[in-house]
Structure formats: structure tokens, C-alpha cells
């Protein structure tokens, strides 16, 4: 099966990017897991209005003992579940258009014999990342504190390459799932500060960008185991 790991950083303008995780829960814990098929579960912290959840990436890992093939027609991007729809209003900034892309890592590992892409027993890849810039706001928020807001969906399916090559047909299918909840409504609130994961899970990049103005004032994978 798989497990994923979306990670989380500031950047800053020395370009230090030092790395935060959310902690893995038990699907059982908030029954909005299951009613999305979720196959391992995270808490995302909360979020209040006007926050962002952005830069996140998704490392592959194959950590069996057998080739994973990937075909890109079968996949689908992660996705923010909105959870109170008529409290809360998710928007993917500057737009939904182009939102993720395929890191030239994972390109590189095209199998024009299999039209697909292949991962060897042992290997990892970042094979799926958001733009820079681009990230999922919460522009309205009146759910009370603690209440459920979003959930971030990441699917991944893959199938296994015997050593005889043939290929599973077989799909290998995992939903990876980040729960997000409410801060305080309508206000802008601040997210807990991560908890490291265990090696196989997932955790948020969170974007702390300064920028430097004139005159010296200044303003602010799942990885996936196969």
C-alpha cells in the first residue's frame, strides 16, 4: 500500500527551508475519514478566515521489493474537500487552473516500453508538487471553534511490475487525507505550531516569505509508499 508525505517549510529570504510535519491519526478518530475513503489520516491544525494552505508536494516511495508502475490517465489530483459549505468558502489562489504540476524527477522516469512511470523496489520521488505561489485560502469562515472545514484529499494508484514483468492488473489504490479545523471564526488565526511525523506520513508546506522594501522597511509527497 501506499503512504504520503506532504511537506511543509518557510521560506525566507536567505532561502533557509527548514522542514515541519503534521501528526498521523487514526482514521477512526472523526467519521469524515471514512466517508472519503480514507486510507491513512492526518490532523492539519486549523485554520481561520483569509488563511492559506500552500507549496505542498508529494514524495512516492516504493518500499517493497517489487518495480510500482504509474500512469498519469489514472490519476487524480489532490483536492480541499469543503466539509461546511454553508460556512465556509475554500478558494484556490491565484486559480484552480495549472494548480499542480509533475517534477522533472518524476518525468524522468517514463517507460516508453510500459507508457508509464516506473519506480524501483527501494526508490523514492517527488512526483507531484503545487506551484509556487499557488495555494487553497479559506475566504470565509463562521464555523465555530474546532468545528470540521476542510479536508485535503491526496490519491495516488499505482500497480506492481512481477519479476516476470508483467504488470498487476490490479489497481493499487490509497486516499491520503489532511483535516482541517476551525480556528476562531471570521478572524484571521494563527496554526499550531506542526508536530513532527512518524517517517511515513504527511505534513503541509507553510510559506513564510519576506519580502524586503525601499528604505530598509519590510513586510511578510503521499510520500507515497507503494
Known amino acids: ?5 506532504i511537506f511543509i517549510s518557510f521560506i525566507l529570504l ?10 498521523a491519526v487514526e482514521c477512526s478518530s472523526d467519521a469524515v475519514y471514512a466517508a472519503n475513503s480514507c486510507g491513512q489520516c492526518f490532523d492539519g491544525g486549523s485554520k481561520g ?3 492559506y494552505v500552500w507549496l505542498l508536494s508529494d514524495d512516492w516511495i ?3 521489493e517489487t518495480k510500482k508502475l504509474l500512469f498519469k490517465e489514472q490519476q487524480e489530483f489532490p ?7 454553508d460556512s465556509v468558502t475554500w478558494s484556490q489562489d491565484p486559480s484552480n487552473e495549472d494548480f499542480w504540476e509533475y517534477t522533472p524527477e518524476f518525468n524522468n522516469l517514463f517507460s516508453a516500453d510500459e507508457g508509464g512511470y516506473i519506480l524501483d523496489a527501494g526508490q523514492t520521488v517527488t512526483w507531484l508538487r503545487s506551484k509556487v505561489w499557488y495555494a487553497y485560502k479559506i475566504d470565509k469562515n463562521t464555523v465555530p471553534l474546532d468545528g470540521n472545514v476542510g479536508l485535503l484529499v491526496f490519491p495516488i494508484t499505482v500497480h506492481s511490475i512481477g519479476d516476470d514483468g508483467d504488470i498487476a492488473i490490479d489497481d493499487e489504490e490509497l ?5 482541517y ?6 478572524e484571521v488565526t494563527t496554526s499550531p505550531e506542526p508536530k513532527k ?4 506520513g504527511p505534513a503541509e508546506f507553510m510559506l513564510l516569505a519576506l519580502l524586503a522594501m525601499i528604505l530598509g522597511l519590510g513586510i511578510l509527497k503521499v510520500r507515497a509508499n507503494s
Do not use: I
Open 175 to 179: 486516499n491520503e487525507c489532511v483535516l
Open 181 to 186: 479545523k476551525s480556528g476562531e471564526p471570521g
Open 1 to 5: 500500500m501506499s503512504a504520503r508525505k
Open 14 to 23: 536567505t532561502m533557509v527551508t527548514p522542514t515541519f510535519a503534521y501528526e
Open 62 to 64: 516504493n518500499n517493497t
Open 197 to 200: 511525523l512518524p517517517d511515513t
Open 79 to 85: 483536492q480541499m474537500v469543503n466539509l461546511a459549505s
Open 49 to 51: 478566515q483569509w488563511e
